[in-house]
């Protein structure tokens, strides 16, 4: 027997009815409840779901009207429809009663078989189209529901991947400063490595010098305790001490204008100090600080243009930026055995400042002159290059200069970046 089936609800007290009922019903193929009374209609009519009651009106007891009057003022039973039957004459007085019950239809026997069967079967196509309706309604609550639960889910997904993509960011961007600070300190160094280098020559010759004027001053000493003080002995000795004081004297003012510039050029960007000043010869007084880096390549560089051009920014940040490029260029330009020139171009126009820096080396392929203000790249990785150098000279012009920098080179033809910021 199949389960699913469905339910209809036939109330009549003559059990011959309810044969002739399951008869002409046979082929919608229906699962037939039986009810002898209108008590016993009430009692089954809660304990199933029925798309359909046949209901007979003339019952003992409790007749067909009042059955279906209690059946659909329940709640659970309120929806489900009545046909009344009956064996006497139409009557508009009882059909009346009978609607007012509650009921669909009203039928009067001798009962066409064919039209119960039809209106049956309406009523049947009602009932399983609220089934389909209702299976819809479950799938769709459903899917909303698991849709609910997924976007929930997404939600916390990416909340979480987000969180985690931050943490790796932040680690990221502290590793990076980290570096930068490495290449900041790594610059700075060699710039020190160059004023030390630089300075050491001026003061070993103040020290021969000194050497030698207190071997002079000892010999001048004892020939005097001697009594052994020529007017020969004498001269010589005033002019050892002449010849000594000046190249002294030349040597500290020479150690003490690459002090003065190296004060000028090492100044830490990130204290912002901004000062006013003349650009060509802040770059000659810095060049001069690297000419030990410089005099062992072979490089000449040469400053050209408007002289008289003043700007007032923080003098390390345009300290750091010309450093990097000619450390880039002694570095990556230069071809052994051959000397190269590298001209530094300052001019001014409209409130803005325009410096070219070229060099006559050998030149960069597209491919790298494309990639070389990327972060970490460089052609010396295995020389002990971090690939910043550029990079720091890309955001020093872009965000400290509020400026622009550009690369163009030719294998074999040299290279030249152009910069230009407000001033």
Do not use: W
């Not at 066409?112 to 069967?117: A, H, S, W, Y």
């Not at 010396?380 to 150098?389: A, D, E, H, M, Y």
Request: charged share 25%; with cysteine; aromatic share 8%.
């Amino acid at each position: 027997m199949n389960n699913n089936r469905p339910k209809i609800l036939i109330v009549d007290d003559e059990p011959s009815n309810h044969r002739v009922y399951e008869r002409t019903l046979e082929s919608l193929d229906l699962e037939f409840v039986k009810a002898m009374s209108g008590q016993q209609a009430l009692a089954v009519a809660h304990r199933h779901d029925f798309f359909l009651i046949l209901m007979d009106v003339q019952m003992p007891g409790m007749d067909g009207f009042e059955t279906a009057s209690l059946i659909l003022d329940h709640p659970k039973t309120c929806h489900i429809p009545v046909i009344f039957i009956t064996a006497f004459a139409r009557d508009e007085m009882f059909e009346f009663k009978g609607y007012a019950s509650g009921a669909v239809d009203y039928l009067v026997k001798p009962i066409n078989d064919e039209i119960v069967k039809s209106k049956v079967g309406v009523f049947l196509e009602l009932y399983e189209e609220k089934l389909r309706l209702d299976n819809a309604y479950k799938i769709k609550k459903k899917a909303e529901e698991e849709l609910r639960e997924h976007k929930e889910h997404l939600e916390d997904l990416v909340k979480e991947r987000t969180e985690k993509l931050q943490q790796s960011l932040d680690n990221l961007m502290e590793t990076q400063n980290q570096l930068v600070e490495s290449e900041k300190m790594a610059s700075l160094g060699r710039l020190v490595g160059g004023v030390a280098h630089e300075l050491n020559t001026p003061i070993g010759i103040c020290i021969t010098a000194i050497s030698h004027l207190q071997d002079e001053t000892s010999k001048f000493n004892g020939a005097f305790l001697g009594s052994g003080l020529t007017k020969t002995g004498f001269s010589q000795y005033i002019n050892a001490s002449n010849q000594s004081s000046e190249i002294i004297a030349s040597n500290l003012e020479r150690a003490s204008e690459l002090v003065e510039n190296f004060k000028l050029i090492s100044v830490d960007t990130k204290a912002q100090l901004v000062n006013a000043f003349n650009l060509m010869e802040y770059f000659k007084n810095l060049i001069t600080t690297l000419h030990s880096q410089i005099e062992r390549t072979g490089f000449e560089i040469e400053v050209t243009g408007d002289d008289k051009v003043s700007v007032e920014t923080d003098p390390g940040i345009l300290s750091q930026i010309l450093t990097s490029l000619i450390t880039n260029s002694l570095l990556h330009a230069t071809v052994e055995g051959q000397t190269g020139k590298i001209v530094l171009d300052i001019q001014c126009r409209e409130k803005q400042l325009y410096l070219t820096f070229s060099d006559d080396g050998k030149g960069m392929t597209e491919d790298i002159s494309t990639m070389i203000f990327e972060p970490f790249f460089t052609t010396q990785r295995g020389s002990g290059g971090s690939g910043l150098g550029m990079y720091i000279v890309y955001n020093l012009v872009t965000q400290a200069l509020c400026g622009d920098i550009t690369c163009e080179s030719n294998e074999g033809e040299g290279c030249t970046f152009k910069v230009s910021f407000p001033i």
